[in-house]
């Protein structure tokens, strides 16, 4: 009986030895996957910050030129989106655009593209050069509900947009990037999803009629960070 006792005994040491092993295994695991995390959220964060930086230097020359060209554009400093107002390119409820607004166009387009283009680091960086339209929320006559409403100013929106992104081809900006635009440019309506709000809250129905234009960048996930491929690109 003592030795089965003995037995019993060196087979329930044997047993910790192996828990402990296995849970200081499971330790070790934990601590590499939490050092790859903070090294690759680290890494995440300063690519993030360079995009971010190069966007913004982008973003000043393209104000800049805008100013010395005499263009009037509202230009978000932090993000380069641009706002054109709907006046300077088209007439009310149309989506042809007005001689004034492919003149405008003629001078605006080559700025902004060529500005673009014109730093490597970002370039690399985009996945889409997006032009979208916006309409107020005014009402068409005729319409009985919304959701008409919403249906007839998306199609406004979406035409002007278009026209925008049709013209701009034509303009003078460096043809050496024309087949990297074709592969980038994206065009949208908007509708009146997205209204201008004045300092009390409510529409400023002058601003919410714009075309916009907005540089997308390639989002890098964390499973290429790691070095891993979850389904591919």
């Known amino acids: 009986m003592a030795i089965d006792a003995?037995?019993?005994?060196f087979k329930e040491a044997e047993e910790n030895v192996f828990w402990t092993t296995m849970a200081d295994l499971m330790l070790g695991l934990s601590?590499?996957?939490?050092?790859?995390?903070?090294?690759?959220m680290t890494g995440f964060t300063q690519e993030t910050i360079?995009?971010?930086?190069?966007?913004m230097k982008a973003t000043e020359e393209l104000v800049e030129?805008?100013?010395?060209?005499?263009?009037d554009a509202e230009v978000d400093k932090l993000t380069g989106n641009v706002k054109i107002s709907d006046l300077q390119?088209?007439?009310?409820?149309?989506?042809?655009?007005?001689?004034?607004?492919?003149?405008?166009?003629?001078?605006?387009?080559?700025?902004?593209?060529?500005?673009?283009?014109?730093?490597?680091?970002?370039?690399?960086?985009?996945?889409?050069?997006?032009?979208?339209?916006?309409?107020?929320?005014?009402s068409f006559a005729g319409l009985k509900t919304q959701d008409e409403?919403?249906?007839k100013n998306m199609e406004l929106s979406l035409l002007r947009a278009n026209a925008v992104a049709q013209y701009?081809?034509?303009?003078?900006?460096?043809?050496?990037?024309?087949?990297?635009?074709?592969?980038?440019?994206?065009?949208?309506g908007k509708s009146f999803s997205e209204p201008v709000l004045d300092e009390n809250g409510n529409e400023d129905l002058a601003k919410s009629r714009r075309v916009?234009?907005?540089?997308?960048?390639?989002?890098?996930?964390?499973?290429?960070?790691?070095?891993?491929?979850?389904?591919?690109d």
Do not use: C, W
């Open 50 to 55: 360079k995009l971010q930086e190069n966007q």
């Open 89 to 138: 390119l088209f007439e009310v409820n149309s989506y042809t655009l007005t001689p004034q607004g492919k003149q405008y166009l003629d001078k605006f387009i080559p700025i902004y593209i060529n500005t673009i283009y014109s730093k490597d680091a970002l370039k690399d960086s985009i996945s889409n050069i997006v032009i979208q339209g916006h309409t107020d929320s005014q």
């Open 6 to 9: 003995r037995k019993g005994g």
């Open 168 to 188: 701009a081809f034509k303009t003078n900006f460096d043809k050496n990037n024309s087949e990297s635009l074709r592969k980038m440019l994206v065009v949208e």
């Open 65 to 71: 030129k805008l100013k010395d060209a005499d263009i």
């Open 31 to 40: 601590i590499v996957f939490m050092t790859l995390f903070v090294l690759a």
């Open 149 to 151: 409403q919403f249906a």
């Open 212 to 232: 916009e234009l907005k540089v997308r960048v390639k989002a890098k996930s964390f499973a290429k960070i790691l070095g891993l491929n979850y389904g591919g």
